[in-house]
C-alpha cells in the first residue's frame, strides 16, 4: 500500500521554526516528484514547496520562499520541509503529496497523498 506518513508538527511560537518529514513506501520514491501542501480552516489547498524526483530542482511560491526549504533523501525515502521564521498566518494542516508529474503535483493533482500534520504558530 502507498503511505505518506506526515510528521513533525506542533506548536511554535512566531520567530521559531519546526521541521516536518514525509516517509514514503508502497511505490518506486525515486521516480516520483514530492510536494508540501497546507490548508488552514475556511482556506483552499496550497501549495508549499516541491521537489523534483532527481532533487535536481526545488519549487516555491513566492510566498514561500526565504523561509522555507524542501529537502529530499532518496534513500530514506523521506522529504523533509524546514520552516524559519515562522507565522501566525502559516497555522495549517500540512500534507505531503507524491507523483511522477511534477506538473500534476504542482496543480495539487497528485495520485498519492499523506493524512496530514498540524502546524500552529502562535502569536
Known amino acids: 500500500d502507498v503511505q505518506l506518513q506526515a510528521s513533525g508538527g506542533g506548536l511554535v511560537q512566531a520567530g521559531g521554526s519546526l521541521r516536518l518529514s514525509c516517509a514514503a513506501s508502497g511505490f518506486t520514491f525515486a521516480e516520483h516528484a514530492i510536494g508540501w501542501f497546507r490548508q488552514a480552516p475556511g482556506k483552499e489547498r496550497e501549495e508549499v514547496a516541491c521537489?523534483?524526483?532527481?532533487?535536481?530542482?526545488?519549487y516555491y511560491p513566492d510566498s514561500m520562499k526565504g523561509r522555507f526549504t524542501v529537502v529530499r533523501d532518496n534513500i530514506k525515502k523521506t522529504v523533509y520541509l524546514q520552516m524559519n521564521s515562522l507565522k501566525p498566518e502559516d497555522t495549517a494542516v500540512y500534507y505531503c503529496a507524491a507523483d511522477r508529474s511534477i506538473t500534476d503535483i504542482r496543480t495539487t493533482r497528485a495520485a498519492y497523498w499523506g493524512q496530514g500534520t498540524q502546524v500552529t504558530v502562535s502569536s
Open positions: 521537489v523534483r524526483d532527481r532533487a535536481d530542482q526545488t
